[in-house]
Nanobody, 114 residues
Framework: QVQLVESGGGLVQPGGSLRLSCTAS????????MAWYRQAPGKQRELVAY???????NYADRVKGRFTISKDNAKNTMYLQMNSLKPEDTAVYYC????????WGQGTQVTVSS
């Protein structure tokens, strides 16, 4: 079973940047449409950004223009570059397929606070 490991989170001030990584234990990024999700305390997990069929990148309205999704198939790694971070971006960030078909990793905590 493929395992997903998220990393790169941390505490950052509003307006700051972070780059998250999602590493898979197998070569899946060329097979599956992959996505980033986040879950804030007391809220449902929501889709943040994803690769659609054909490799096009799509973003939730809340992060459009600030976040960039990318991947390196050779390294089995997907990234989420987050710029101009806001307190409302505070959440645990996860990666998975766009259909949420793989076991969830532990996620990586992002806290945006002054």
């Amino acid at each position: 079973q493929v395992q997903l490991v998220e990393s790169g989170g941390g505490l950052v001030q509003p307006g700051g940047s972070l780059r998250l990584s999602c590493t898979a234990s197998g070569s899946i990024f060329e097979t599956y449409g992959m996505a980033w999700y986040r879950q804030a305390p007391g809220k449902q997990r929501e889709l943040v950004a994803y690769f659609a069929s054909g490799g096009t990148m799509n973003y939730a309205d809340r992060v459009k223009g600030r976040f960039t999704i990318s991947k390196d198939n050779a390294k089995n790694t997907m990234y989420l570059q987050m710029n101009s971070l806001k307190p409302e971006d505070t959440a645990v960030y996860y990666c998975n397929t766009i259909f949420r078909t793989l076991p969830w990793g532990q996620g990586t905590q992002v806290t945006v606070s002054s």
